[in-house]
């Protein structure tokens, strides 16, 4: 199984980020802009939180509050669960699943390295699963 760093590879953007002093709407209208479902938000090069589709819908509609008064960092989930580029993917998947969360940005010495959603696990899982059975038939038939 692979590593972190193997899905970073294929990512053809990195991260984007917003500061918690940005309203929620600004961060809604980025992550539409970018065709996005998470935000890391950011101070000072360092992450402080993480803004998503999930956390706009359970603490702003549902509490019937208005997305141009609330900021960022009012309602991000503060110090997110991390990563790094070693971190197996397996481990990412179940971190991922016990925890119910969708994102996870990836911290080597410190630094943003990118952030992998649960959608890039997936897709890495079934491509190296392919890639094992393509290599399994070509074993077994001699082709």
Known sequence: MGKVRNILETKKTGPVSIR????????????????????LVMETQHVVGIFTERDYA???????????????GEIMTSNPL?????TSIEDCMACMTDKFIRHLPVIDDE????????????????????????NLKHYITGI
Request: proline share 2%; glycine share 6%; net charge negative.
């Open 20 to 39: 918690p002093d940005n309203t929620v709407f600004e961060a809604l209208e980025l992550m539409a802009e970018k065709n996005i479902g998470a935000l």
């Open 82 to 86: 991390t990563v790094s580029s070693d």
């Open 111 to 134: 630094q943003l390295t990118g952030i992998i959603s649960i959608g890039d696990v997936v897709k890495y899982i079934i491509e190296d699963q392919e890639y094992v059975i393509d």
């Open 58 to 72: 359970r603490k702003v509609i549902l509490r019937g509050k208005a997305s141009k008064d609330l900021l960022v």
